[in-house]
């Protein structure tokens, strides 16, 4: 009959009425976590400025490529800057997420994603590294000597130094999550991984404390990290606490240090005294096949062995590490 499956398929998603990106993207934005909605808000904005009439099979891969270089053009430049290649690559990417739940939702057939057609930006090694223990410990010097509380500032500092979690994962902490018994919390990191993680007696009584002293008990989420007035912690509290360690610390603004260093430091240090498994286990790694292979997921390290190394690295005893 001359009609080929694909002809079947393209003439399904078109008998549609395809919306606009005025339409459109709200509906993605509903559609989303909080961090997604975070990372892609400012260049889906950009998207409704200039193309929110168009409908969504109306622009080109060339256009869409022409829109990320012109992101690019218009970033803000800061010290750490890299070319632009990462607002070229979140803008694609944010394009990507409204094309794909497009696809989803049967308005558009995958052959008519303009999107995934565009080349992301190949991704430069990272500057961040690991610390040594004089940077770490000059960092919780300044912290506890400086600011409008040093209380909280330095457990910010201890809760990432022993998780090496992200900064989302310490946010979401709730009380619910602590588990004294076992000296074990909770997180809840992206791409909605969910993983107990070992930390310090030390540290489990200072947050234990934390979240009394700030009315976590009492709230309506349970949050631990709070201000002093009770309020939730927010990502602002580190862009503050970064900025001002650069005030007092050269090398943290000369370097642009931020919070994800402390994951290096920490994930460094595990890897070269107990091996990758181990590290990779405490990094809260999900076991797709990658760049470690299946390998991976033979040499898996548990609970016991996160829970030896964070032993190891605080000098404190652990119930979950094997005795002797």
């Known amino acids: 009959m001359g009609v080929a499956p ?15 990106f005025a339409e459109y993207v709200p509906v ?3 559609a989303v976590s909080a961090g997604t909605r975070r990372v892609y808000g400012s260049y889906w904005k950009r998207v409704l400025e200039l193309w929110g009439s168009r409908r969504l099979d109306e622009p080109t891969a060339s256009e869409i490529k022409h829109l990320a270089e012109r992101v690019r053009s218009q970033r803000v430049v800061r010290r750490n800057a890299r070319g ?12 990507r997420c409204v094309y794909r739940h497009a696809v989803a939702d ?16 190949r991704r430069l090694p990272s500057t961040r590294r690991g610390l040594g223990e004089q940077p770490v410990a000059e960092l919780n010097r300044v912290a506890a000597a400086t600011g409008n509380d040093p209380a909280l500032d330095t457990l910010l500092l201890r809760v990432h130094t022993e998780t090496a979690c992200r900064r989302g994962g310490a946010l979401a902490l709730t009380v619910g999550d602590l ?13 909605d991984t969910v993983r107990w ?31 002093r007035g009770g309020n939730p912690l927010t990502h602002r509290r580190y862009d503050h606490l970064w900025h ?7 090398w943290v603004a000369t370097q642009q240090v931020s919070t994800h260093w402390l994951r290096y430091t920490t994930l460094t240090w595990v890897e070269r005294h107990f091996g990758y498994a181990v590290a990779r286990a405490y990094a809260g790694h999900t076991d ?37």
């Open 6 to 20: 694909e002809d079947l398929v393209g003439s399904a998603a078109e008998s549609c009425v395809v919306p606009t």
């Open 28 to 30: 993605v934005e509903q």
């Open 84 to 95: 632009g290649r990462s607002a070229v690559e979140h803008c694609i990417a944010a394009l």
């Open 106 to 121: 049967g308005l558009l057939s995958e052959s008519q994603d303009p999107a995934r057609r565009v080349a992301m930006p």
């Open 179 to 191: 588990d004294p018994q076992q000296c074990l919390v909770l997180l809840r990191e992206k791409n």
């Open 197 to 227: 993680q070992p930390v310090s007696p030390t540290l489990m009584r200072h947050l234990r404390e934390h979240a009394d002293q700030r009315g976590a008990h009492v709230s309506g989420d349970g949050r631990v990290l709070r201000y």
């Open 244 to 250: 001002r360690l650069g005030r007092h610390v050269s």
């Open 288 to 324: 797709h096949a990658g760049e470690s292979g299946v390998t991976a997921t033979y040499v898996r390290a548990g609970l016991p062995e996160i829970a030896t190394a964070l032993s190891a690295l605080t000098g404190e005893d652990h119930p979950l590490a094997p005795a002797g």
